[in-house]
């Protein structure tokens, strides 16, 4: 049994990476072979074939063009795979002169992941990519997060029973861990792929010196000084990323810290709840940040997730954040002209992390042109305005502008392969190739007159193919006089037509490739040094590029604020909560769209010290759910530095914000409805202080009635009295209502609603006082439940509530008499007579029908209406 050279080493690269599909790169495809052609071939719907034999078995293969392969890269990825590409290393003739039967060089080149991506194809252009490593050391936890398509690389303090929260805010794609961390199960319930990796990566001593080379520095010290979690993680990250990209190094940024205390916390399941950036779906859309998300470059769409992520607790940063999106709003024509000028910017994060990595095109180097102009131009508009931003990043690398500017062609072709990317008059030595290569053709058109006239053949032509080259062709009737000629050397004859060439066409044509090929070379020499000038200056391309997204977020918000009417909130270090006339931005943006106005309600729930609750009792469906997600999304606006939908807000900073809204079940995780919501309340119950901001939404409704009162009961007290926080607190327990009066900081609330004739109105009002009543029964018919139905629901209510009056103290003996009600007539509705083309239908046997028939039958019920 012999297995070919080739499948040989097939076999020798697949177990580099055994647990990656290998992308066999064979001319112009890629192919799989053995299991990862059935995998592939399944996951990406194409069709899977046999390739030859390896130990008597038929060896399944299939395949993806390499023009298209990014396509299918992003199916598989999504599709939870990862991807080895292997690449031919050399030229199929490099391989023939060791021999014929020689196989190309191949090596894998990279190893696709889902933290790893760069291509802007597999990439969202407006979220950030993050991988992430964690580690721990003595029990001391730390977290590396870098995005290898932007360049940005963070750390931070992280122990265990933050990993979650903290992954969550970041929203990261993809984890390295050690081997044995245990904490695999927090990762895959966020929906990011771990990655194991030994334990060795983790070490902080080799970090250490992977981290110095990385940035060219003697010490580290210059980025601050870091514990030796922090060290091994942000290792085992570049560990990682040299395994996934084969030892080429995207550009990266210095470490910056990130320190917990300085952002909001909010925990997985509140982010869920609030939907703040992704709504219900899943995707973007319903959520926070797709309702308030104007930017206009790609740049500034990724700044503005960031800060939607993590609004900040800094009173300064907040308040310097405002100022610049007060100054779009008073300078608005000014910010119109930025945000079209930032319309233009190209992403120029993306495109420098592309050079780095040797994955860069022409275009990439247009996009550093395209942002580097833009920012000057920014700069020269800006520069000598009032505007509170700092924007002296904008400029300082005039001399690199001014080359790309005059090397490159207006649009540059997508491969560099392709030609045309040099613009003329930057090279003479290139210039000359090009106009030899095309004067080359001119001169062939000038040899085929000349030969024409030579021998009075009118129809003689000079021609090209692969094969042949330039040849001269002419019809077998005419050849004869050209063989007499000496000029002429035969080279072919086919059935029609037989072809010469001659010593001088022979020359043009070498003439010709040779000034094809050298301009290539001169195009790609160019390239090089373009791409090498840009990524020395990467450190200031990226300043420029965070200044312009910066720029882009503070316009972007000011032209959101002015066209809904939004105010500059006021934040600072009290424990104030004052909205008035604050609106859902999302809501408000679905109701407008069917046309329907929304209702502005205002929010009081300011306390010195101790708690401060609103207790808010009233129907289903008027509007609580909707007041206190508001309110909620209210503060992550204010402290991510954006205006909000209200007519004036204060808000004392909040540092940790909690939400326990709807239910879910959990099954994946083996937990039920009620099971979820009882572990989301005892976290918030655990962690919150009195600087957090609680909304609870109909704790305890998710088990019996006398249940869920108690802990709703116990819940409220214990938020009152240890938590001692802001909180708002919905029910259709009106029993609750009485705790009011025994606990100082709850005040009751609820939503205004109206009867008419038996019907509610919803005004989706907020105001002090009780509901009594939760109408649901009317909700249910609003709903379009059976009228049978509606009706002994009403006779039920009627029947406990008299109970209730009579002998409220024994409502269980009452629930017990009720199947007496059922004998209450209720009105069924009279079963309908049936109508002419019904009884047709009945007795049609559809399988039995001919096309003819069906047609026929279709006029036929027609008539019958
Ligand atoms: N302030 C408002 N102005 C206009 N429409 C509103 C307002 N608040 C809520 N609504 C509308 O009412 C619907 C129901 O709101 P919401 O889910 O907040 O009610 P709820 O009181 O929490 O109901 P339930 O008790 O049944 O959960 C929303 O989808 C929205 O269309």
């Not at 301009?519 to 090498?532: G, K, P, V, W």
């Not at 009081?604 to 609580?624: C, F, H, S, Y």
């Not at 709850?746 to 002090?768: K, M, P, Q, S, Y």
Request: hydrophobic share 45%.
């Amino acid at each position: 049994m012999s297995v070919t050279p080739m499948m040989a080493q097939y076999l020798e690269i697949k177990a580099e990476a055994p647990e990656a599909l290998l992308f066999y790169r064979m001319g112009d495809f890629y192919e799989l072979f053995f299991d990862d052609a059935v995998a592939a071939s399944a996951a990406l719907d194409i069709a899977l074939t046999k390739r030859g034999k390896h130990l008597e078995q038929d060896i399944a293969m299939c395949g993806v063009p390499v023009h298209s392969a990014e396509n299918y890269l992003m199916t598989l990825i999504r599709k939870g795979f990862r991807v080895a590409v292997a690449e031919q290393l050399e030229a199929p003739e490099e391989a023939k002169k060791r021999g014929s039967k020689s196989v190309v060089k191949r090596g894998i080149v990279r190893l696709v992941t889902p933290g790893t991506l760069t291509e802007d194809t597999l990439l969202d252009a407006r979220a950030h990519n993050y991988l992430a490593a964690w580690c721990e050391v003595r029990g001391k936890g730390a977290l590396a997060w870098a995005d290898i398509s932007t360049g940005a690389f963070h750390v931070a303090g992280s122990p265990r029973v933050r990993l979650g929260p903290d992954l969550a805010r970041i929203g990261v794609s993809e984890v390295v861990l050690a081997e044995d961390s245990g904490v695999e199960g927090i990762v895959e319930d966020l929906g990011a792929a771990v990655t194991p990796l030994g334990r060795s990566a983790f070490d902080s001593g080799s970090a250490q010196g992977r981290l110095q080379t990385l940035f060219d520095v003697g010490s580290l010290d210059a980025f601050g000084s870091f514990d030796r979690a922090e060290l091994g993680a942000m290792g085992a990250l570049v560990e990682y990323i040299e395994i996934t990209q084969r030892g080429k190094l995207p550009m990266m940024r210095p470490p910056k810290r990130e320190a917990a205390s300085t952002l909001m916390a909010i925990d997985a399941a509140t982010r869920r709840n609030l939907e703040l950036t992704r709504g219900a779906s899943g995707g973007r859309d319903g959520s926070l940040l797709w309702a308030i998300d104007r930017t206009t470059t790609a740049g500034g769409g990724r700044l503005l997730e960031r800060r939607v992520s993590a609004p900040s607790t800094q009173e300064d940063i907040i308040c310097a954040r405002l100022d610049s999106v007060d100054w779009a709003v008073t300078n608005d024509t000014l910010a119109d002209d930025t945000r079209a000028t930032l319309r233009r910017a190209p992403d120029m994060d993306r495109a420098l992390s592309r050079l780095s990595l040797d994955r860069g095109g022409p275009r990439d180097l247009a996009a550093i042109r395209g942002g580097l102009e833009a920012a000057e131009m920014l700069f020269s508009r800006l520069s000598k305005t009032d505007l509170p931003l700092d924007i002296s990043d904008l400029i300082g690398q005039e001399e690199l502008l001014r080359l790309l500017d005059a090397a490159l062609v207006a649009e540059p072709p997508l491969a560099l392969r392709d030609g045309g990317v040099i613009a003329p008059g930057y090279d003479t030595e290139l210039d000359e190739a090009r106009k030899l290569r095309d004067e080359g053709r001119g001169v062939i058109a000038a040899l085929q007159k000349e030969y024409v006239d030579a021998t009075g053949i009118g129809s003689l032509k000079v021609k090209h193919n692969n094969v042949l080259g330039y040849f001269i062709e002419t019809t077998a009737t005419h050849a004869d006089k050209m063989r007499t000629d000496e000029r002429f050397i035969h080279r072919q004859t086919t059935a029609n037509q037989v072809r010469f060439t001659t010593v001088e066409l022979s020359e043009l044509e070498t003439r010709i490739l040779n000034a094809g090929g050298r301009a290539q070379a001169i195009e790609e020499r160019i390239f090089a040094s373009l791409s090498s000038a840009v990524l020395a200056a990467s450190d200031s391309i990226f300043a420029a590029a965070r200044a312009l997204a910066e720029l882009d977020v503070a316009t972007a918000l000011a032209d959101l604020a002015r066209g809904e009417g939004w105010t500059r909130p006021r934040v600072d270090g009290s424990r104030a909560f004052e909205v008035t006339a604050g609106r859902h931005p999302v809501v408000e943006r679905a109701l407008k769209r069917d046309g329907a106005p929304f209702v502005a309600n205002d929010t009081a729930l300011t306390a010195e010290d101790g708690a401060a609750i609103r207790l808010l009792t009233g129907p289903n469906m008027a509007g609580k759910s909707t007041w206190l997600r508001q309110n909620a999304l209210l503060a992550v606006l204010a402290q991510m530095g954006s205006f909000v939908p209200a007519e004036a807000a204060h808000i004392g900073i909040v540092s940790q914000l909690f939400s326990r809204v709807g239910a879910s079940d959990d099954l994946a995780r083996g937990r039920s409805t009620f099971m979820v919501e009882m572990v989301e309340t005892a976290a918030i119950l655990n962690q919150a202080d009195e600087r957090s901001f609680v909304i609870l939404d109909e704790i305890g409704r998710g088990t019996a009635t006398y249940d869920g009162l108690s802990i709703a009961w116990a819940t409220l007290e214990h938020l009152h009295d240890v938590n001692r926080c802001r909180a708002l607190f919905a029910t259709h327990y009106h029993e609750m209502t009485a705790l009011s009066a025994k606990l100082t900081g709850v005040e009751n609330a609820t939503v205004a609603v109206r009867e008419w004739e038996g019907d509610v109105i919803f005004l989706h009002e907020v105001c002090d006082g009780a509901a009594d009543r939760s109408y649901g029964v009317q909700v249910a018919k609003l709903a379009g439940l059976p009228d049978a139905v509606v009706a002994r629901a009403r006779a039920v209510l009627t029947a406990l509530e008299e109970g209730e009056r009579e002998g409220g103290t024994k409502p269980k003996a009452m629930i017990d008499d009720l199947p007496l009600f059922s004998a209450t007539p209720v009105p069924v509705p009279a079963p309908k007579k049936e109508s002419a083309a019904e009884g047709r239908l009945r007795d049609i046997l559809p399988d039995e029908l001919t096309p003819k028939q069906a047609l026929d039958l279709i006029y036929e019920l027609k008539s019958l209406t």
